[in-house]
């Protein structure tokens, strides 16, 4: 069983990235920048194996289409996403494949990544529905690359960073796995942690467009307005503390309605 770590970022001027995440297995480096041009070298892990990295340098924007063109030219039997602000655990390649050989039904993983603030998680495996994957982020899953490509399913580049302030890209897209009859389940080990200062991708985290793209998402997501709306409500409530150095809740739930009937 074979992995690939798939990574976006930006503006990268060498291969550091691959040390700064701690790559311990074969990655897709997609990095929007200025030129076009491909690269494919080795580098060895830490227990001296050889790993592949190609290395994609693009000039297009949009952390969808970074998504899309690194499942595009991915070649794993299992595939993890990564950002530019993440750092994997040492035993990462193990701890996936032991994950997918323990439930064999499993077409996607979600697993738990450790950042400030605390992410608070489930303390056992679980089979995730719609509402579960609403509170996963990007840098948590891993997926089994030939369902994905079976199903044709890729990131809507219509949202997530770069195009709209939410994101929502993760969300969409596991939920377009769940239209698809795919299977995704949570187990309850870290997989990396998010390094300190923010990503590239977040620079307009939480601001007003931020809110009102969130809603438009979770309309178009749930398909519905009474239940979007409710989510609305649970994501002020209760992701107030990651927000709250940016707005208040009325705020929030404001720009997330606006949002939801503009939508």
Not at 1 to 17: A, G, P, Y
Request: a positive charge; glycine letters at 4%.
């Amino acid at each position: 069983m074979t992995l690939e770590v798939l990574i976006s970022c930006m503006h990268q001027k060498n291969t550091d990235i691959i040390q700064k995440s701690n790559i311990q297995s074969d990655v897709v480096i997609v990095n929007q920048c200025d030129i076009n041009k491909t690269e494919n070298i080795t580098f060895q892990n830490h227990q001296n194996e050889e790993c592949k990295a190609r290395i994609i340098h693009t000039t297009e924007r949009g952390l969808s289409k970074s998504r899309n063109l690194a499942i595009a030219n991915a070649c794993g039997d299992i595939c993890i996403i990564c950002d530019d602000d993440e750092y994997f655990s040492l035993n990462y390649p193990e701890t996936i494949r032991q994950a997918f050989q323990n439930i064999p039904q499993a077409d996607i993983i979600v697993f738990q990544v450790n950042r400030d603030p605390i992410k608070h998680y489930p303390q056992h495996i679980k089979k995730l529905n719609s509402f579960d994957c609403l509170k996963v982020s990007s840098v948590e899953i891993a997926f089994k690359l030939s369902k994905i490509k079976e199903k044709n399913i890729l990131f809507d580049e219509k949202v997530g960073s770069g195009v709209s302030k939410a994101g929502g890209e993760e969300n969409i897209f596991l939920h377009n796995c769940l239209r698809n009859k795919l299977s995704i389940y949570f187990v309850p080990i870290t997989l990396a942690r998010l390094l300190p200062g923010s990503s590239q991708w977040d620079s307009a985290k939480f601001s007003k467009e931020y809110f009102i793209d969130r809603g438009k998402f979770t309309q178009k997501l749930i398909g519905g307005k009474i239940f979007a709306i409710l989510y609305a409500c649970y994501f002020s409530l209760f992701k107030y503390s990651k927000f709250k150095h940016k707005t208040n809740i009325v705020n929030a739930l404001r720009y997330m309605l606006y949002g939801v009937f503009k939508g």
